[in-house]
């Protein structure tokens, strides 16, 4: 069973287009995340949501709208895609207090790629 | 602000022989956890080992173990018996201790590109 699970795994789209990423994770976390890899493997933070609710917004544009409908799913969709927007998104969980506060478990990733 | 220093973008290794990976971090803070995740080509992102700030005794998990200097704010990696599933970037995290589910951000380094040669 795979823990925390991203679709697609992999997007090729056109620029102007809009695209979503959905994630969902079957741990029982409370706290989920959106991480961007760059071309240069460099990872940071876009958003995090705790039972649902909006904790970190990064500076990321508006045309990236996260959405939490439950505290196992957290999509990410994306307006107007950019060249700049392709990336390795990864969607990660973690639980908050207890033995494994802190620890992230990560999706598989989902490479978008605008043209 | 956080930062993680990875000063090696590349190293290599021979099989069964010893490396250490080096980081270094920067922060006010005094209660955080520091991690080493692994990403091999398979894109996976998959955690290797986890040391919590407020403890001396440095974590190990099997092969990996490590060196953890609290104020030289230092936190290297040492793979040990290498084998060649262990190729993959390595990256070295810092995150603060949180008081709020999710008010808190893994502070990634650039990561260390490791290829264990047969």
């Known amino acids: 069973d795979t823990a925390v699970s991203q679709t697609p795994k992999y997007l090729v789209t056109q620029m102007g287009n809009d695209k979503s990423i959905k994630c969902e994770q079957n741990?029982?976390?409370?706290?989920m995340y959106w991480y961007k890899q760059d071309s240069k493997k460099f990872l940071k933070i876009m958003f995090s949501y705790n039972n649902k609710e909006l904790i970190i917004n990064e500076t990321v544009p508006n045309r990236f709208s996260p959405k939490s409908p439950d505290k196992a799913h957290l999509n990410l969709h994306i307006n107007s895609l950019e060249l700049g927007d392709s990336a390795v998104y990864f969607c990660?969980?973690?639980?908050?207090?207890?033995?494994?506060?802190?620890?992230?478990?990560f999706g598989a990733g989902s490479r978008l790629t605008v043209l | 602000a956080q930062t993680v220093t990875q000063s090696q973008p590349e190293m290599s290794v021979q099989e069964a022989e010893t490396v250490t990976l080096s980081c270094t971090y920067d922060?006010?803070?005094?209660?955080?956890?520091l991690f080493w995740y692994k990403q091999p080509p398979s894109r996976q992102m998959i955690l290797v080992i986890r040391q919590e700030a407020y403890k001396q005794q440095n974590a190990t998990e099997n092969r990996f173990s490590v060196n953890f200097q609290k104020a030289a704010k230092s936190f290297s990696l040492k793979i040990s018996d290498s084998q060649l599933g262990d190729t993959a970037m390595y990256f070295c995290a810092f995150m603060r201790r949180f008081s709020q589910g999710g008010s808190e951000k893994l502070v990634f380094g650039k990561g260390t590109k490791l290829t264990v040669n047969p």
């Open positions: 741990l029982g976390h409370d706290t």
């Open positions: 922060t006010s803070e005094n209660n955080y956890y």
């Open positions: 990660a969980s973690s639980q908050s207090g207890g033995s494994g506060a802190n620890v992230l478990t």
